[in-house]
């Protein structure tokens, strides 16, 4: 899947470890990815979550889609963080699965994800 992702694949993304319903990737805040306050825009940091997400309910089953996703931000990013984003499965029933992600940058909490999953037929 990932080597499809041309969105992640722009940004720098990058796998660093995967296994059945858990990820682990990373990303560096650029330039490109700092808004007006000069921290790093949500939308980028969703992105990363929701990347991670779709590594963890993905691997190595059938294709699963999200069904709805939540994020809160807990800390600025800043231009040059290395972002790491930390997926596990928490319950799986039916079609249907919850995973929580964790963004961080180095011990710091930068947000947290929650996303319901659909296993596509």
Same mark, same amino acid.
């Given at each position: 899947?990932?080597? %499809?992702?041309?969105?992640?694949?722009?940004?720098?993304?990058?796998?660093?470890?995967?296994?059945?319903?858990?990820?682990?990737?990373?990303?560096?805040?650029?330039?490109?990815?700092?808004?007006?306050?000069?921290? %790093?825009?949500?939308?980028?940091?969703?992105?990363?979550?929701?990347?991670?997400? %779709?590594?963890?309910?993905?691997?190595?089953?059938?294709?699963?889609?999200?069904?709805?996703?939540?994020?809160?931000?807990?800390?600025?990013?800043?231009?040059?963080?290395?972002?790491?984003?930390?997926?596990?499965?928490?319950?799986?029933? !039916?079609?249907? !699965?919850?995973?929580?992600?964790?963004?961080?940058?180095?011990?710091?909490?930068?947000?947290?994800?929650? !996303?319901?999953?659909?296993?596509?037929?």
């Amino acid at each position: 899947m990932m080597a %499809a992702d041309r969105a992640s694949q722009a940004l720098g993304i990058a796998v660093r470890r995967l296994s059945p319903g858990a990820a682990e990737l990373s990303m560096t805040v650029t330039a490109s990815m700092v808004n007006g306050h000069d921290i %790093a825009h949500g939308g980028y940091i969703f992105l990363l979550a929701d990347t991670a997400f %779709a590594c963890a309910c993905n691997y190595p089953g059938p294709a699963t889609v999200a069904a709805s996703a939540d994020i809160t931000f807990v800390s600025p990013a800043r231009l040059g963080d290395e972002l790491i984003a930390i997926a596990a499965e928490r319950v799986r029933y !039916g079609r249907s !699965g919850i995973y929580d992600i964790t963004v961080r940058c180095g011990d710091r909490v930068v947000a947290e994800f929650r !996303g319901t999953s659909r296993t596509l037929r």
